[in-house]
């Protein structure tokens, strides 16, 4: 076992954990941060996306202990300060681009960084981007907009609803 | 205008909350205390005899609490299946014993031998390492046609062979149906494979099971689209708990569907081992684990033939149909095939004669069962594929032939058992004509040929059958269970309601789409109305979600009780007010007397209910609460028109879907947004099928497609904006709502149009290759074009 520490959602965390622990298994049994979701074992499904030192990563293709001193952001942390959905939350919610909401909480961190790099991304940028993220309820239809919506973007000329 | 709350209103969903956040609550984000891990070491052989299982040396693994196998669940019944189909004959299907961990011999690749129980769940598969399991290999059984040959190795030695059931639908038209074809002018014939699929929730399946040694309780926390049908199946058939001793909860549940329907072993195995070593026992399935023991969908190979007259009207359809079982029958395996799919092959077409063959069989498969639409798929995909073949055949126009034989008369009786209450097929191929803009579908084909390419268009129509089911009909058809839905409403004193609905939401929202209905019927806001499912021991004994029931059976209960607690409430609110019961009205939340101004609110008669100091107790019991079961009188007939176009790289094989337009006709509707978000994710599970997704078996009965590295999921790259529409309702005659449910028709209208669509491209590149199987992948494509 062996000791790590690092900052989530901007507080000090730490624990000890195995070398074969899975970043995304220590923010879900360690810290009991059960929003980073696991759907698979093959680092397709992209559930598990989380921001480390600002980049998003599949916290399920990264040791806990390969994150020791990192600073780490989850869907947990995403709110604004009142408790508020920021905006790309807000976004998923006005255009119903959630159902299971298993995936979710992938999507928005992917989402995050894809409008941090590209801040008016196109349909197309947005799709691509969101390759790593495996949705079975939305058809995407709705990802995409709220995405292209959180941007600023105008979605009117999209489907309705 | 569009309303901002009721029914019709697009009301933000409220449980999106909880989840963008990260505080949903499903099965593996709870721990209990003392909770030890189960892992399961599972059959890596399609079919072999299980001469031994030595856990001796893994039994003394660090961490190990205890190891079980097929020899400590001899004393307990087997996975029952809640269906019995009779065959053509009139004799049972044959139905196999079903273990909860494999004994005697494994079946199939996945199939669960021995059960580690350790303090972590890494300790568990280091364990489960140390099994020395000796397996002599059989040979497999996996083409169903080879299956029911003579002399093909059984998959039951105790079953007089694989063929689980021949059922023959409707038997008694069969001489009539033959006579017809040998009039015909003209017989379409098709032979076509409905790919089998993996349903592929996000969430993979997770149990843990409890017990409490004070009170005798059991408690299963389980990824279940219907608890209290584990609960039934899992108590009275594996292990034996009287259901007041056993109670079963599904919280939020990441997409089921399907595949959360059925019973599983894991359940049984964590309720049954946390009684044996007193700790709750918690199993989380990997994405790999559940692609070997999740049931599976489809898996259709048949023939189907169309009888035409001089006119081209439809006289007559024929089927011949193989239908994959697996290795054991899965909870509803035998319904699928049969009243799920034989029931529908009149489609939107009055065609007067109709026989359906179908064979079940058995292979060393992992089960298959219901998956998203569940034998509507693969009524429609064989129906609406031949409709477009004949269409070719006869150098008619594809939408002309259908509308020609289209269904115009209702209610309309068909000749495969059911009666369609309502439809308006011409109102939907109507509106799909003017949403995929089939005028401008020249230009749009100019233009890719101008870049090299091929585009095609493509169309078909759907009926399903949903809002599942009447109970004394499919009870006479063999379900071993009644299909009605409970609600329970309890209106607190202050005025706030909680409904407690049989229904299951993984992913529809009811917890909006119900308190809509509820808050409309009594004029008060939403937000007063709460919606709790998914725990027998506050709901109702319920029967859950699928079938598109949730709100055409489990709305309709909740209508029944709300309809009670009015009525209760008119009651009270006469006394309040020392009026007739029958001259108060309620609207907007208030009762008052007609005609005059006097009124009482809502929030006035409930605290009367519950501080009964100026009340009628002689007349009245206090108190507001009521339970409705609602059994439907009959099925309801969702239907539509699709129209999907593709374009086509003749280089590569290569399809893109560019335009996908969908005009359904659901009956009245609840919640547009919604609706509409159940289409689009249909649409995506159809168009997955029919272009990307494939479970593959090799010879010897390995999958091959048992990750998301084989197993081609849909991604937002591969898919269209959609363009969705369900301005045609003609509402359901025979439940309250008018209602008729949408959660399984974009999966089953969009298969056909696909291949449809790439068959025209193909054709217009001048390669008629008359039919090409699902998925239409680049190298099917490619190989089909160029021989």
Known sequence: ?161 | MPKDGGIGASSKRREDVRFLTGNGNYTDDMNLRGQAYVHFLRSDIAHGTLTSVNTEAAAKMPGVIQIFTGDDFEAVGGMPCGWQVTDKHGEAMQEPKHPVLAHGKVRHVGEPIAAVVAESLAQARDAAEAIEVDIAELPAVVNMKDAVKDGAPKVHDDLTSNLCYDWGFVEENKGAVDEAFEKAAHVTTLELTNNRLVANPMEPRVAIGDYNRSDGEHTLYTTSQNPHVIRLLMGAFVLGIPEHKLRVVAPDVGGGFGTKIFHYQEEAFCTFAAKAINRPVKWTSTRSEAFISDAHGRDHVTKIELALDADNNFTALRTDTYANMGAYLSTFAPSVPTWLHGTLMAGNYKTPLIYVNVKAVFTNTVPVDAYRGAGRPEATYQLERLVDKAAHELGVDPIKLRRQNFITQFPYATPVAVEYDTGDYVATMDKLEEMADLAGFAARRKESESRGKLRGFGVNCYIEACGIAPSNLVGQLGARAGLYESATVRVNATGGLVVMTGSHSHGQGHETSFAQVVAEMIGIDESMVDIVHGDTSKVPMGMGTYGSRSIAVGGSAMVRATEKIIAKAKKIASHLLEASEGDIELKDGAFSVAGTDKSVAWGDVTLAAYVPHNYPLDDIEPGLEETAFYDPSNFTYPSGAYACEVELDPETGQVTIERFSAADDFGNIINPMIVTGQVHGGLAQGIGQALLENCAYDEDGQLLSASYMDYAMPRASDLPMYDVDHSCQTPCTHNPLGVKGCGEAGAIGSPPSVVNAVLDAMRSGGHDVGHIDMPVSPSRVWSAMHG
């Open chain 1, 1 to 161: 076992m062996a000791q790590v520490k690092m900052t989530v959602n901007g507080k000090e965390a730490s624990g000890d954990v195995e070398g074969r622990t899975l970043l995304a298994q220590f923010l879900r049994d360690d810290l009991e941060l059960t929003g980073t979701h696991i759907g698979c074992d093959t680092s397709q499904c992209g559930a598990c996306v989380v921001h480390v030192n600002g980049e998003a990563v599949k916290a399920c293709t990264m040791f806990a202990i390969e994150a020791d001193g990192a600073e780490v952001a989850t869907i947990e942390g995403q709110a604004n300060a009142d408790g508020s959905l920021n905006v790309i939350q807000q976004a998923f919610q006005d255009h119903h681009g959630l159902q299971c909401g298993f995936c979710t909480p992938g999507m928005v961190m992917s989402a995050a960084a894809l409008l941090k790099d590209n801040p008016k991304p196109s349909e197309a940028e947005v799709r691509h981007y969101l390759d790593g993220n495996i949705c079975r309820c939305t058809g995407y239809h709705n990802i995409v907009k709220a995405i292209i919506a959180a941007s600023g973007q105008d979605v009117s000329a999209i489907a309705a609803e």
